[in-house]
């Protein structure tokens, strides 16, 4: 595979970039060699400057749900662009995406646009401790909210491929009311909720995707609801990952939780940034205007932004793809394990609806340890191999895969053989 364009464009970058990337997530770090640099996508391809193609198993990690550039999406934002890019002032895009976020979640009376998931989650926080006067929040080892500074301890996917238990330029007392908890062990809440009486909030993926793929087993997710319900205590469910995603509306609904406090973002906001956090109407009413919690933005509810997740969302809401992208999902699972078995490779595959990814190694995953036990050397020989056999997967063990509705028999039909062609490779037959 010839990368010269990208290799040259990566010396340039590294010039006034920080490792030639935006977003640690990007950088090749665990998986060896210098990120590709990307010309442009469309569909379920993506394409790279020195002209390789590849089915895009990144998505932008998640908001390319239909693919890039589709039709309708590409309509309304050229339509809103002709109409001006930023106003500081409302518009009824804001109305008509606030209710069709409002009406996919049960229990969100209101909701506020913010620029990114970080922004949703740091106001999200901010809003509990508002509304219970009280400070703490329990996080769990392996979920990723974000890069605000109370939540970057145990955090998941980026931190754990560069190998950093934390981020550093984060003073003590920044993190000094965060209290961490295990995912799937509801015993570890309860030893901070007999400890602490001064506890605002749990936050949570309800499905997470930044330790990799782990559902919750219904006795954690249920006993979390009932417990934060009995205490007090708010339950933030952080969906910026798998909200639209799984389901019209979020991961809540098909593990059967509701919370208090939704945060979203990615889908939503069609491939522009765009996150948001709603509630009930007693809850948001802690934020001004409204109420004495102050949370602002100059590019907040951008309408470019606004007309790409409106056009994005009604779209998911019209095709109903979800049924179809699980089973899309389900194909892949047979991939992987199919050539797994056929070579001798050791791997568990987790998925959830649109999102999968195979761990390297002999473990059911089931939390953030159990994901780190599995095997970064032989994902980063398949990630490379799946590469050049035209699959562009997240760079890294812990970081799902995202599918579009735009996979069909054609590029599944390369999928499979992609699989089975890296698979062979890792397993050195
Ligand atoms: C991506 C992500 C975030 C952060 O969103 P940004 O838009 O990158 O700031 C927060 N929480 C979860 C679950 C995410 O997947």
Redesign the pocket.
Known sequence: MNTKNSEKLYKRGCENLVGAVN?PVRAFASVGGNPLFIDKAKGAYIKDVDGNKFIDLVLS??PMILGHRDKKVEKAVSKALKKGYSFGASTNAEIKLAKIVCDAFPGMDKVRFVN??????LSAIRLARAHTGKDKIVKFSG?????MDAMLVAAGSGLATLSLPGSKGVPSQAVENTLIAEYNNLESVKTHFDKHDDIAAVIL?PVT??MGVVQPSDEFIKGLRKITEQRGVLLIC?????GFRSKFGGAQEIIGVQADIT?L??VIGGGF?V?AYGASDKIMHNVAPLGGMYQAGTLSGNPIAMAAGIATLTALKNKNPYQKLNTVAAKIESFLLTSAKKYGVDITVNRFGSMINPFFGKKEVTNFSEAQSSDTEIFAKFFWAMIENGVFLPPSQFEAWFLSTELKDRELEKLELAIDASMKIVSGS
């Open positions: 977003s990690y998640g990114s998931g970080t922004e949703a989650v979920c990723y909210h974000g890069h993926e995707g930044n952080d969906e910026v990952m798998t945060c973002g990615k940034p996150g």
